[in-house]
């Protein structure tokens, strides 16, 4: 086995790259999914008191929150708007076009107001919005978390919540509860019925290998992107059990078993670089031309932010790419 890290460094390598985009049909489809998350049926009594399990503890809120503030634009946000809810301000991070991708701009973020953050959350600045909950990301909230606290209840989720958990949970702390279980459902159907297009593939092998400054990361079993092509009916084959492990670029062999190999493009120079390593162009997958570096927005889409809000625009779009690749339609390298 080479470079396997342990499970502290894998967290620590999933946070940092998360915030840098690296794991990493659209507008109608997003738009149809919004359309049918009402919450007028959802619990709003005032009086009700509600312990929510989170990345940062056990949280209570007491009554339905009507101003929420949302630390960054990432899932935080996302799967806020996925619920139909809008809150009274976010944090703009200005991280490889959040703010702006197209599945946010559907859900109508630009009518939303922001604030600037690029990492730790000022608390003073969250005071001057009066919110009753507060959401985030946890590596934004936790160094701030006391004071925030004392500001409005707080719910973080980590990096590694999946999409299913942090909808649900957020849908639970902002007293949504039905719509949230309504937008799993809905996206649970788009993979069903993305699963069935696809139809296994032909049983090809599939793994993610991307590389970011000097290093290969490899997803292992527990990455997101590698659960969702499995939940795609597709064979999906991490490096080992982990979230992803970091090699070095002269560890491309690992990725031999693949028939058809994704790399999560964010770093193009560092993608460029592994392109025409020898070790690289001579891998089963890249010879057949069933080797695809993945452009950065759908990296964002099906990688860092899938959910309900961007799952029309990644699904049929990672399709795309998966059934050309398993015709040998992908990139041609020297």
């Given at each position: ?114 604030f600037g953050t690029t990492g730790e959350i000022n608390p ?51 007293f949504v509860d039905e719509a949230a279980a309504a937008a ?12 069935a297009s696809l139809n296994g593939l032909g049983g090809k ?130």
């Amino acid at each position: 086995m080479y470079g396997t890290i342990c499970e502290s460094t894998t967290s620590e390598l999933v946070d940092q790259l998360s915030r840098r985009g690296f794991f990493g049909v659209g507008a109608v489809a997003a738009a149809a999914i919004l359309a049918g998350c009402s919450t007028t049926s959802d619990a709003s009594d005032a009086g009700e008191q509600r312990e929510v399990i989170n990345a940062l503890g056990t949280t209570t809120i007491s009554g339905k929150p009507e101003r929420i503030v949302v630390a960054s634009d990432f899932t935080d946000l996302e799967f806020l708007l996925s619920l139909g809810v809008h809150p009274v301000a976010y944090g703009n991070t200005g991280s490889w076009d959040r703010g702006s991708l197209p599945w946010q701009s559907t859900a109508g973020i630009a009518d939303l107001e922001s604030f600037g953050t690029t990492g730790e959350i000022n608390p003073e600045i969250i005071a001057r919005y009066s919110p009753d909950l507060i959401i985030g990301m946890k590596t934004y909230l936790e160094p701030a978390a006391e004071r925030l606290s004392q500001i409005a209840p707080v719910i973080a989720l980590d990096w590694t919540t999946s999409w299913r958990d942090g909808v649900a949970t957020v849908g639970q702390a902002a007293f949504v509860d039905e719509a949230a279980a309504a937008a799993i459902a809905r996206t649970d159907a788009l993979i069903s019925d993305t699963a069935a297009s696809l139809n296994g593939l032909g049983g090809k092998t599939i793994m993610i290998g991307s590389m970011y400054g000097d290093q290969l990361y490899v997803q292992g079993d527990a990455s997101a992107p590698g659960v969702l092509l499995r939940e795609l009916g597709l064979d999906y084959r991490g490096y080992n059990a982990e979230q992803m492990t970091a090699l070095s670029m002269e560890q491309a062999e690992v990725l031999a078993p693949a028939d058809i190999l994704l790399s999560l493009a964010s770093d193009q120079e560092a993608t460029t670089r592994l392109e025409n390593f020898a070790v690289f162009q001579n891998l089963p997958a890249v010879k057949a031309r069933s080797y695809a570096p993945v452009e950065l927005l759908l990296s964002n889409a099906f990688v860092d932010n899938f959910g309900p809000l961007s799952a029309p625009y990644a699904l049929p779009q990672l399709a795309g790419v998966l059934t050309g690749l398993a015709a040998g339609q992908g990139k041609q390298l020297p």
